[in-house]
């Protein structure tokens, strides 16, 4: 990916810059910008960066791109769990670290974000900037993980597009992000149940599962975690996006 110089083209900079003659490695630098753009590149990988939670996070074509409705996730979670004594947090399926990071920065707690992809373990690592980030980051699965760490909240937006619905995924997405963040292969609820499976070894007795889903699977992912009280929540699209279980008392 070529370097592009970090200068704010906006209406601002036109003003004050009318008659502002690019030099030549200016010029080429944004050349190659308008090309990437054309090709249908992410603007997010582009430049390697992306804004989530107000903060700018560093991403690449190893980590999905944070999106509108993981903040929405994220600030439920602040909303419900900030006034909490310390409390331990895991994130699965961490990317670019955008969730467990935030969580940190905003919840008094000790968060791991667990990812199956070192490369994506990488990315995480270059967002945390100082000691109000600091992280836990392992490069595990779900399936594989053990630990005897217990949590009092569980947070994931796990892969959950199964292969059958490829076809539903817009180009740019299909086209760009990580398809292993993405896709599940023929069941939707595949790593749901591997979540599950982990709750019920190392969530404490009154603590929650936070869960991304995907809306068109909302009635099986609540009977999944049925006698766990999960509740259904949308997102500003008005979509079943969010799942909430308590755990015990």
Do not use: W
Request: charged share 25%; net charge negative; proline share 4%.
């Amino acid at each position: 990916m070529p370097d592009f110089p970090k200068i704010a083209f906006n209406s601002v900079f036109f003003a004050l810059n009318r008659h502002k003659v690019l030099s030549k490695d200016e010029y080429n630098k944004l050349k190659n910008a308008l090309i990437i753009l054309e090709s249908g590149e992410p603007v997010q990988y582009l430049l390697n960066e992306s804004e989530f939670m107000g903060n700018l996070f560093y991403v690449n074509q190893s980590v999905l791109i944070p999106r509108p409705e993981t903040e929405e996730l994220v600030s439920l979670i602040i909303k419900r769990e900030k006034n909490r004594k310390s409390i331990n947090i895991i994130d699965i399926g961490t990317g670019s670290g955008c969730i467990a990071i935030s969580l940190r920065k905003n919840i008094n707690s000790k968060v791991m974000g667990i990812d199956i992809s070192s490369e994506a373990i990488t990315v995480a690592r270059k967002n945390i900037l100082d000691e109000s980030e600091n992280v836990d980051l392992v490069n595990d699965s779900i399936e594989k993980f053990k630990t005897d760490k217990m949590f009092d909240v569980i947070v994931s937006n796990p892969p959950y597009i199964p292969i059958s619905d490829k076809k539903l995924v817009d180009s740019l997405v299909l086209d760009n992000e990580p398809k292993t963040a993405l896709f599940t292969q023929d069941d939707p609820l595949y790593f749901y149940r591997k979540i599950l499976v982990f709750a019920k070894k190392n969530l404490n007795e009154g603590g929650r599962i936070y869960l991304e889903i995907n809306d068109l699977y909302v009635n099986e992912v609540i009977d999944l975690f049925q006698g766990y009280n999960p509740e259904s929540m949308r997102d500003f699209y008005g979509k079943n996006r969010f799942i909430i279980c308590n755990m015990g008392k």
